[in-house]
């Protein structure tokens, strides 16, 4: 299928945490289409190995081009870590994934007192935000640490009160500690766990929400290449894909992304 500037854009995760991802792109493009791919019946895909991860990856990219999109974004940290590379090889459209957007607006805001990383232990311990982190940045003190029980808290509802607050003091008290000033949050479910992140490190913390630098990432460079929507064209639209449970990521998706998802269509990839 052939793509233009109002072919959508095309967003893959495991399951509904990159509906975050999703929410901040039609924040900061609002007349771009958009196919979103939950891969649940899969989920989760940090505890799988990296050649399995870029298998699931590869497939979930060949389901969205078929829906003729014009950009790839890998909504996914753990997909983003290891299968980057194997897309970007593959596809004729560009990719952009969550991991690097994060680390270079981690590097524009730390004020020299270290940066912090808190994600999925598959994430952590793949190295890639330490790694992209370091790469731009020699010298740059980073604090990684899993906070696995931040993702049944955002999927289950419990974003605020005793609960979240407790359990994010006990992963986060040490970088406070430890003078770090900046914080990614390095999973697509944390954003929903930010205000009681934020009262946890403090206001001299700031947060990076990797959703969000993805989104400016993305837009920037569709605007470099002329791939932006035009407001004159039709009202852009957003369809929802699922592997298994489309009942569950309906109800669910709906905290992350921030408002009703209408209908989910389940699809089958073990082709």
């Not at 897309?87 to 952009?96: K, T």
């Not at 906070?147 to 289950?156: G, K, T």
Request: hydrophobic content about 45%.
């Amino acid at each position: 299928m052939r793509q233009g500037s109002h072919s959508p854009i095309g967003v893959f995760d495991s399951g509904v945490g990159g509906l975050t991802v999703l929410k901040a792109l039609m924040a900061h493009l609002p007349h771009e289409s958009t196919v979103y791919l939950g891969d649940t019946a899969r989920v989760p895909y940090g505890t799988k190995s990296g050649e399995v991860v870029t298998r699931y990856s590869l497939k979930n990219a060949q389901f969205l081009l078929e829906r003729g999109v014009k950009l790839l974004v890998v909504a996914c940290n753990t997909a983003s870590s290891v299968a980057l590379p194997a897309l970007e090889a593959a596809l004729p459209i560009p990719v952009v994934g969550v991991i690097a957007p994060g680390a270079k607006a981690a590097l524009e805001r730390t004020r020299g007192g270290g940066v912090g990383v808190i994600g999925t232990p598959g994430t952590i311990r793949s190295g890639a935000y330490q790694r992209a982190l370091e790469a731009a940045d020699p010298q740059v003190r980073v604090k990684a640490r899993a906070c696995p029980l931040f993702v049944p808290l955002a999927e289950e509802g419990w974003t605020t009160g005793d609960v979240p607050f407790l359990t994010a003091r006990e992963y986060l008290a040490e970088f406070a500690r430890d003078g770090v000033d900046t914080l990614v949050l390095g999973c697509t479910h944390y954003p929903l766990l930010k205000g009681v992140i934020a009262e946890v490190v403090g206001p001299r913390v700031s947060l990076v929400d990797s959703a969000e630098a993805t989104a400016e990432a993305v837009a920037a460079l569709l605007a470099e290449r002329g791939g932006l929507a035009s407001a004159a064209h039709t009202a852009p639209t957003h369809e929802y894909y699922v592997t298994d449970v489309p009942e569950r990521f309906v109800e669910v998706g709906a905290r992350f992304l921030g408002r009703p998802i209408p209908a989910a269509e389940q699809v089958d990839l073990t082709f």
